[in-house]
């Protein structure tokens, strides 16, 4: 069982990578363009952090990382500076 703050960065056993690529093709281009500023960073990152790396507004940021959360393609985790902010990173299989 995941905590408010913390979910689990490993995707579930029954997604592969194929499958997950497969639903990151069918999101839309906001979802995209959040994974690939992840793909680009070592370093969880919080939306804000995301947002102002893209032209997409955060309430867009915020809704592309969910479906992304959904799909097992992101994690989220609370901050280690401020335990109130979530940072997402790539699962582990995506890396």
């Known amino acids: 069982m995941t905590t408010r703050h913390e979910e ?10 194929g499958d ?13 363009r959040v994974y690939g500023v992840l793909e680009q960073t070592d370093s969880p990152l919080s939306s804000t952090e995301i947002a102002s790396r893209t032209p997409l507004a955060s309430r867009t940021v915020r809704n592309a990382l969910h479906r992304l959360r959904e799909a097992d393609l992101v994690g ?18 995506e890396r």
Do not use: N
Not at 8 to 17: D, E, G, N, Y
Not at 76 to 93: H, N
């Open 8 to 17: 689990h960065l490993t995707p579930s056993p029954s997604s592969s990578m």
């Open 20 to 32: 997950e690529r497969q639903h990151l093709d069918e999101m839309p281009p906001s979802a995209s």
């Open 76 to 93: 989220v985790r609370a901050s280690i500076l401020d335990p109130r902010k979530r940072q997402y990173e790539l699962t582990d299989t």
